[in-house]
């Protein structure tokens, strides 16, 4: 942890329903606005305009984790649980007295109230692109692993690695192959 600097997110649509495009170059003044961003949208150069739906550079964004309130209220995190799930998502754990087991469900993320987050973010820079543009730098940035399993020692490129890991969230839709449009965001981590 701590060495992703950028994510990929996918629009609720693919260009060009998202985005305004102009021929020529909009109004003066527009797409100055906090949260516009210039894009060139397909191979004929047709430029347009994208509001990213996320804030925009400076923003503060709080990250979501799987989560769960111990026996005595104290908020745990899945993340500092080394195996933090078994059957039924659930985990044991000793309470604080040390005389009695506690199974804990987690909570998912897209649950995590605010108040509960314990990282943040700021956005340094926002742009569009394919993504099989990734570049090497980018797909580092990621905090890509070496390898999705494990028990299996890193293989294929770092390029391969990626593109197994975005298949492994998204293929249902949106696989690599597919080549679709994402906004790709670039945060630093900063005291909650």
Known sequence: MGLKTQTRRLPADQPLKW???????????YGREPGWIQMTADAYSQRGWCNF?????????????????????????????ENHTNHGGTTVIMSRD???????RWKPSIFMPRSA???????????????????????NAEGTPDTLDPTKRPYGTRREQF??????????????????????????????
């Not at 987050?117 to 797909?139: G, H, K, P, Y």
């Open 117 to 139: 987050s314990r990282i943040l973010l700021e956005i340094t820079a926002i742009r569009v692109e394919r993504l099989q543009d990734i570049s090497l730098d980018d797909i």
């Open 19 to 29: 985005c305004v495009r102009f021929e020529p170059a909009p109004f003066e003044g």
């Open 163 to 192: 593109q197994r890991l975005w298949d492994s969230i998204n293929a249902k839709k949106y696989p690599f192959e597919s080549n679709p449009w994402v906004w790709v965001i670039e945060f630093k981590k900063v005291e909650a």
């Open 53 to 81: 739906p996320y804030g925009k550079v400076g923003d503060h964004l709080w990250v979501r984790e799987t989560f769960t309130y111990g026996p005595d209220g104290e908020l745990l995190y899945a993340a500092n649980f």
């Open 98 to 104: 040390g005389k009695r087991q506690v199974a804990l």
